[in-house]
């Protein structure tokens, strides 16, 4: 299985701060990596699809890169609704597997 | 727009099997696969299986022993089987859609599942 491996795993940050997560991949997954949002008791939301395709509907301020193992996704400017818990997912090859999350709190 | 709505028991006793049902809404079924994917307390997201429209699947190998996904297109529900539980299949359990390039695309709320004697 492709292991992933995400940092930090608890982020304290402010609103209007510039915050980045990064991903690493076992192996090389090409641009095969999406980013997903979860909040407690809502839908998941998908963020980032293909490492650097923003997903209809998601604010401009998200935005991923990278490629074959290392990959990060963005917030450029920190809003009160992004306190979240982020995963990044591999679909290279199955079983697809996800990171172990990072938590964004509120400084 | 497409939604996904999970149901089923949220309590099920050791040794028996785990039973949920995702209804889906606003849309086809087709041309999509349609995955089951949970959450334990406090831990991270797994990966259960998938069922494309036409019934292929395919499942997590730790777990591939004890899993059923089967689809009705009819109704446009597909299901989960989880067989001889422990407590350590207790999650939150969501059903997704997941879309080829787009990864999972579409996710229901979640439904929590205890196994509890």
């Known amino acids: 299985d492709i292991q992933m491996t995400q940092s930090p795993s608890t982020l304290s940050a402010s609103v209007g701060d510039r915050v980045t997560i990064t991903c690493r991949a076992s192996q090389s997954i090409s641009s095969w990596l999406a980013w997903y949002q979860l909040k407690p008791g809502k839908a998941p939301k998908l963020l980032i699809y293909k490492a650097s395709s923003l997903e209809s509907g998601v604010p401009s301020r998200f935005s991923g890169s990278g490629s074959g193992t290392e990959f990060t996704l963005t917030i450029s400017s920190l809003q009160p609704d992004d306190f979240a818990t982020y995963y990044c997912q591999q679909y290279k090859n199955y079983p697809w597997t996800f990171g172990q999350g990072t938590k964004v709190e509120i400084k | 727009q497409v939604q996904l709505q999970e149901s089923g028991p949220g309590l099920v006793k050791p040794s028996e099997t785990l039973s949920l049902t995702c209804t889906v809404s606003g849309g086809s079924m087709s041309s999509y696969y349609w995955s089951w994917i949970r959450q334990p307390p406090g831990k991270g997201l797994e990966w259960i299986g998938y069922?494309?429209?036409?019934?292929?699947?395919n499942y997590n190998p730790p777990l591939r022993s004890r899993v059923t996904i089967s689809v009705d297109t009819s109704k446009n529900q597909f299901s989960l089987k989880l067989s001889s539980v422990t407590a350590a299949d207790t999650a939150v359990y969501y059903c997704?859609?997941?879309?080829?390039?787009?990864?999972?695309?579409?996710w229901g709320q979640g439904i929590m599942v205890t196994v509890s004697s």
């Open positions: 069922i494309y429209y036409s019934g292929t699947t």
């Open positions: 997704v859609r997941e879309e080829a390039t787009r990864a999972f695309d579409i």
